[in-house]
């Protein structure tokens, strides 16, 4: 009988490649990048501290673009819309916000902090304003043979009509 011959492979540990020899990272030596600037800190930055922004790469500029569009939106809306088509560079227009506002403003305007606030206080103040109890909305809807959500459409679009005939319609019930 004839014997088989059997190959001796070498078994590694490593990963399996289909040609050469695998190819073996170092991970330990990277370290992740913890001194990026956030979002707040290259708004306070375009401000204070001109000469350190105009240092950052357009990259890192780029990476806040949409929420600083979103920002100076609130008080700048037409330019924000024109600067925001896709051909432009967003760190380029992150540069180009930083020119205007040091020649607008001399010290951070009050505005980029106090537009968040004065979203979230409106709102509250709308919801308290409208003190109509559940129950005769319910009601409401029922004897007038619409739903929850247009009962809600109309109080959104006509706010003081719709709570005259609320408190109405509670007072005759």
Not at 79 to 86: E, G, K, R, W, Y
Not at 88 to 109: A, E, N, R
Not at 113 to 120: L, R
Not at 129 to 146: P, R
Request: glycine share 2%; charged share 30%.
């Amino acid at each position: 009988m004839a014997t088989k011959k059997t190959k001796e492979t070498k078994k590694s540990s490593g990963p399996k490649v289909l040609f050469g020899e695998p190819i073996i990272t170092e991970q330990e030596n990277v370290k992740m990048k913890s001194n990026d600037p956030t979002l707040w800190d290259m708004v306070n930055m375009l401000f204070t501290k001109p000469h350190e922004f105009s240092k950052l790469s357009t990259y890192e500029k780029g990476k806040n673009f949409f929420m600083m569009q979103r920002i100076f939106a609130i008080k700048y809306p037409l330019q924000a819309s024109a600067l925001n088509h896709l051909r432009i560079s967003g760190g380029h227009v992150i540069s180009f916000w930083c020119d205007t506002m040091q020649k607008l403003y001399v010290k951070q305007p009050d505005w980029i902090w106090k537009a968040f606030k004065s979203i979230k206080t409106t709102k509250t103040l709308e919801q308290k304003k409208f003190d109509v109890t559940e129950d005769t909305m319910l009601y409401y809807c029922q004897k007038h043979q619409c739903s929850r959500r247009e009962l809600n459409e109309a109080i959104a679009k006509y706010p003081d009509e719709m709570l005259e005939e609320l408190k109405f319609f509670e007072k005759n019930m």
